[in-house]
């Protein structure tokens, strides 16, 4: 610890001291173990890493076998597992046909932007309030938190936000200029909203109006996080861009992809083949880990236990929201990406230290303090949810205690 204070992050170290983290030491299935050997569920699932729990077998073993081949590729001949990959993509998510591999969620927003900035060179992207996309200069230009934001200004130009889930502000902002608009279907860092059914239908027919395109970010939403295998699921809407990373690596190795329909891929890279680029990307170290990734989603039900143990869970919360209304604002999510929004600020931190206490990891969404997130491996079972909901309850009374004996 005191030399992330010395080497790394001073701020930082003391945020995780604060919450009561030590160091930790190694993971499996839903747990993972510190420096001392003590144990804690995972409810935040790296932040939607995690969707198979940590060092799933069959994807450690995809993973051995790439070391022992081909980790990373010459990038001059072609590769077997990314074509595997983007073949097995191109089935599974809706409406997308071609795959760029590159190694984290903000590189797949990069290159989803300059997809469509290619596609008709127009210049203005729509993005959301509290809209989380990445933090490098272009997937931060779409982010929608100033803190983020101001400090880096200028970004590029020509991005604009509008509310999530409000129809009437995107109408008035989308013309003839806008490239894209980019939106979650579930927004996650903006603090778990999930938009009316009706939203994301209505975000394509606006987009279809003036021929902009439509990026979804799926990074979060992905393979399984919300009930379906993506969120775009839910409304059954196909976009023009997908973006996907967190889970496709399978929780082993770093991966991220953008997607795209035929006349994207044309228009954007049909003239020039090497526009876009990623030394990393397209390894077969994470393109046959990925794959795997999806195999194990698929044949282990994992859709479907998200749904199940998600809405468990949404319950167990929504209990404990009702026995301590004044603490709890609001529990809302879908699958397992369920946030729970407090009534004041700073209560979220006191009630994951006091989770963390209980050896249950937890953790806010970075766009919205006030909100934490529920987010643990889609393997978790309802006896492992009841547990968190105990935990949580506990915590709650706890942190209420606590705030009584302060304020009086
Ligand atoms: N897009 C969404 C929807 C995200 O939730 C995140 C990260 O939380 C990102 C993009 C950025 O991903 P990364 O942290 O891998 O760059």
Same mark, same amino acid.
């Given at each position: 610890?005191?030399?992330?204070?010395?080497?790394?992050?001073?701020?930082?170290?003391?945020?995780?001291?604060?919450?009561?983290?030590?160091?930790?030491?190694? @993971?499996?299935?839903?747990?993972?173990?510190?420096?001392?050997?003590?144990?804690?569920?995972?409810?935040?699932?790296?932040?939607?890493?995690?969707?198979?729990?940590?060092?799933?077998?069959?994807?450690?073993?995809?993973?051995?076998?790439?070391?022992?081949?081909?980790?990373?590729?010459?990038?001059?001949?072609?590769?077997?597992?990314?074509?595997?990959?983007?073949?097995?993509?191109?089935?599974?998510?809706?409406?997308?046909?071609?795959?760029?591999?590159?190694?984290?969620?903000?590189?797949?927003?990069?290159?989803?932007?300059?997809? @469509?900035?290619?596609?008709?060179?127009?210049?203005?992207?729509?993005?959301?309030?509290?809209?989380?996309?990445?933090?490098?200069?272009?997937?931060?230009?779409?982010?929608?938190?100033?803190?983020?934001?101001?400090?880096?200004?200028?970004?590029?130009?020509?991005?604009?936000?509008?509310?999530?889930?409000?129809?009437?502000?995107?109408?008035?902002?989308?013309?003839?200029?806008?490239?894209?608009?980019?939106?979650?279907?579930?927004?996650?860092?903006?603090?778990?909203? +999930?938009?009316?059914?009706?939203?994301?239908?209505?975000?394509?027919?606006?987009?279809?109006?003036?021929?902009?395109?439509?990026?979804?970010?799926?990074?979060?939403?992905?393979?399984?996080?919300?009930?379906?295998?993506?969120?775009?699921?839910?409304?059954?809407?196909?976009?023009?861009?997908?973006?996907?990373?967190?889970?496709?690596?399978?929780?082993?190795?770093?991966?991220?992809?953008?997607?795209?329909?035929?006349?994207?891929?044309?228009?954007?890279?049909?003239?020039?083949?090497?526009?876009?680029?990623?030394?990393?990307?397209?390894?077969?170290?994470?393109?046959?880990?990925?794959?795997?990734?999806?195999?194990?989603?698929?044949?282990?039900?994992? +859709?479907?236990?998200?749904?199940?143990?998600?809405?468990?869970?949404?319950?167990?919360?929504?209990?404990?929201?009702?026995?301590?209304?004044?603490?709890?604002?609001?529990?809302?999510?879908?699958?397992?990406?369920?946030?729970?929004?407090?009534?004041?600020?700073?209560?979220?931190?006191?009630?994951?230290?006091?989770?963390?206490?209980?050896?249950?990891?937890?953790?806010?969404?970075?766009?919205?303090?006030?909100?934490?997130?529920?987010?643990?491996?889609?393997?978790?079972?309802?006896?492992? @949810?009841?547990?968190?909901?105990?935990?949580?309850?506990?915590?709650?009374?706890?942190?209420?205690?606590?705030?009584?004996?302060?304020?009086?």
């Amino acid at each position: 610890m005191q030399k992330y204070v010395d080497y790394v992050n001073p701020g930082l170290a003391k945020l995780m001291s604060f919450a009561g983290y030590g160091v930790e030491d190694h @993971a499996e299935g839903c747990y993972i173990y510190d420096h001392s050997g003590r144990r804690f569920l995972d409810c935040l699932g790296g932040y939607g890493v995690f969707s198979l729990g940590h060092r799933n077998p069959k994807v450690v073993e995809a993973a051995k076998k790439a070391l022992d081949n081909m980790p990373l590729s010459s990038k001059v001949f072609f590769g077997q597992a990314y074509a595997d990959l983007a073949e097995k993509l191109a089935q599974i998510v809706p409406g997308m046909q071609f795959t760029f591999m590159c190694n984290s969620g903000t590189e797949a927003v990069e290159g989803a932007l300059k997809a @469509a900035k290619m596609f008709d060179h127009r210049p203005k992207v729509i993005s959301t309030v509290g809209g989380f996309h990445g933090k490098s200069m272009g997937s931060l230009s779409a982010t929608g938190k100033d803190k983020y934001r101001e400090p880096f200004y200028p970004l590029i130009p020509q991005f604009d936000f509008v509310p999530f889930n409000d129809v009437d502000a995107l109408n008035a902002a989308v013309d003839d200029h806008t490239a894209a608009v980019i939106v979650e279907p579930v927004q996650g860092e903006g603090g778990i909203h +999930v938009p009316n059914l009706g939203y994301l239908p209505k975000v394509k027919e606006i987009c279809q109006k003036h021929a902009a395109l439509l990026i979804l970010d799926e990074v979060q939403t992905g393979f399984g996080r919300t009930g379906k295998m993506f969120g775009m699921e839910h409304s059954g809407v196909t976009a023009d861009i997908v973006t996907l990373a967190k889970s496709l690596g399978g929780g082993v190795v770093p991966a991220g992809a953008f997607m795209g329909t035929p006349e994207v891929w044309e228009r954007a890279f049909g003239e020039n083949p090497i526009l876009h680029t990623s030394t990393f990307g397209g390894n077969p170290l994470a393109c046959s880990v990925a794959l795997v990734m999806i195999e194990v989603t698929e044949e282990e039900g994992l +859709v479907e236990n998200s749904r199940v143990v998600g809405e468990h869970l949404i319950a167990g919360l929504r209990a404990i929201q009702k026995e301590f209304p004044e603490m709890i604002a609001g529990v809302r999510g879908v699958g397992l990406m369920i946030g729970v929004e407090f009534a004041m600020d700073d209560i979220g931190e006191l009630c994951i230290a006091s989770m963390v206490k209980r050896d249950v990891v937890a953790a806010y969404t970075l766009n919205n303090p006030r909100v934490i997130r529920f987010e643990p491996p889609l393997i978790m079972t309802a006896d492992q @949810a009841d547990t968190v909901v105990e935990v949580f309850r506990e915590s709650v009374e706890e942190t209420s205690e606590l705030l009584a004996a302060v304020l009086g």
